[in-house]
């Protein structure tokens, strides 16, 4: 069974602060790791895809990859209340072709202002 | 222009019927998803089709049965509906390049809420 890991949260985190949100995936030959962004009611929204270890930064957000691990993370900088969403880690496991998504629960997030 | 579009984006009717939902992507993409997100927000790959053959079909019942005319549509049937069908259904697509990394990301559209009374 190939699982994907989340704490659901809520996490809470003040405006102007960093946001880290944590995933882990059971695969170990998982290939390619996607975080997505939602709001209650609409659709997944990518935000960033990672494949190589190490970091990977987009603006404010930065995903971070340990294959080691088995730990994908997603660091958000100068958190707005506009960042308060659930966000997704999925996993691709085979890196391509027409597999699904594995996904994880979700963190909810909460910034305070 | 919208991606990815779903209709209708709310579907309520009774424990019994028949019903349809309707996916295109004006991507270009050739692989094209049906996600189902529970109640719990927990999203499941149901099923992908490339190039209009069925790639995966995850355990989901027989009374789901996907249908892509061509690459830019897949619709979704369901016969017999049931309580426990009332869901959001996503449709996404995706364009996957071999040995090309990243490529895999998939594009969701707007989703179809479907309530089973």
């Known amino acids: 069974q190939k699982e994907v890991e989340q704490n659901s949260g809520p996490l809470s985190v003040p405006e102007g602060a960093i946001a880290s949100l944590n995933c882990t995936y059971s695969?170990?030959?998982?290939?390619?790791f996607f975080w997505y962004r939602q709001y209650s009611g609409k659709s997944p929204e990518l935000i960033m895809f990672?494949?190589?270890?190490g970091d990977k930064e987009d603006g404010r957000f930065t995903a971070q990859l340990n294959k080691a691990s088995q730990y994908v993370s997603l660091l958000i900088r100068d958190s707005q209340p506009s960042d308060s969403a659930t966000y997704l880690c999925?996993?691709?496991?085979?890196?391509?072709?027409?597999?699904?998504?594995?996904f994880g629960k979700g963190t909810h997030l909460i910034i305070q202002p | 222009d919208t991606a990815v579009s779903q209709t209708p984006k709310y579907l309520v009717t009774q424990m019994g019927n028949d019903k349809s939902i309707k996916c295109e992507q004006n991507?270009?993409?050739?692989?094209m998803y049906w996600y189902k997100q529970d109640s719990k927000k927990f999203l499941k790959i149901m099923f992908s089709?490339?190039?209009?053959?069925?790639?995966i079909n995850e355990t989901v019942p027989n009374r789901f049965s996907p249908k892509s005319p061509d690459k830019a549509h897949l619709n979704l049937h369901i016969n017999s509906l049931e309580l426990g069908d009332s869901a959001v259904y996503f449709c996404?697509?995706?364009?996957?390049?071999?040995?090309?990394?990243?490529?895999?990301?998939?594009?969701f559209g707007p989703g179809t809420r479907l309530t089973v009374l």
């Open positions: 089709y490339n190039n209009k053959e069925l790639i």
């Open positions: 991507l270009g993409h050739d692989t």
């Open positions: 695969d170990r030959g998982s290939q390619s």
């Open positions: 999925a996993v691709n496991h085979s890196g391509g072709g027409a597999d699904g998504l594995t």
């Open positions: 996404a697509s995706s364009q996957w390049l071999a040995g090309d990394l990243g490529t895999d990301t998939q594009y």
């Open positions: 990672i494949y190589s270890n």
